[in-house]
């Protein structure tokens, strides 16, 4: 059977997700992820030049998926919310993932300061904001409470109603709420002006 270098890269993809959702960039293993990729460890090396560089790549690609999942939509920016809640809740590894790249690097990923930018402006031309450091901070609040859920302890999703996925629901329903509201003050504020 010939090699198949495609396949052997989506395989080394996927295992360093797991891996690096599991155990974080410096607890991880480049070991562990060649074996559960059922590659060559010199594969990694190959492909992606540096432990750090597999972790950016794959983080990248499941951005990447999130966003197609996930398109923003400035124009309907709690209908985002709701949608990127769903999303979060589905994978919340790649949350685990966002965090372990905080924790221990002081960089951004490529293409990401980018990315929020253009959404910011796409968020200040939308709702009439004023500049775009506003609108980042309207990005930045609806993208922390999309993603709150995946912080609370088991014990407290459960506070008020023991059927966990009613309880998710209503979460999700505040959220959008939430988020409405966000967008509601703003606007009204910007439309007195």
């Known amino acids: 059977m010939p090699y198949d270098s495609a396949a052997t890269r989506a395989r080394l993809m996927d295992a360093a997700f ?19 990729a059922q590659a060559n460890k010199q594969a990694i090396y190959a492909y992606f030049g540096s432990k750090d560089e ?3 790549a794959m983080l990248s690609d499941r951005l990447g998926m999130l966003f197609e999942s996930v398109p923003f ?33 002081d960089d951004s ?8 930018l253009t959404k910011a402006r796409e968020l200040r031309a939308s709702m009439g904001l004023s500049d775009d450091a506003t ?9 922390a409470i999309s ?3 995946t912080d609370i302890v088991p014990e407290l999703k459960a506070v008020g109603d023991e059927d966990i996925a009613k309880r998710q629901r209503a979460h999700r329903a505040v959220v ?3 988020v409405a509201a966000l967008v509601d003050s703003l606007t009204s504020r910007t439309a007195d002006n």
């Open 54 to 56: 597999l972790f950016d």
């Open 147 to 149: 993603g709150a859920w």
């Open 135 to 143: 609108a980042i901070d309207v990005l930045e609040i609806t993208i």
């Open 109 to 116: 990923l490529p293409g990401g300061v980018e990315s929020h």
């Open 176 to 178: 959008v709420a939430a």
């Open 18 to 36: 797991h891996e690096f959702a599991e155990r974080g960039l410096a607890g991880a293993r480049v070991d562990r992820i060649a074996a559960a």
């Open 73 to 105: 939509t400035a124009d309907d920016l709690p209908g985002y919310a709701g949608a990127l809640f769903d999303a979060l809740h589905a994978t919340p590894e790649l949350m685990r993932l966002t965090r372990w790249r905080a924790l221990e690097r």
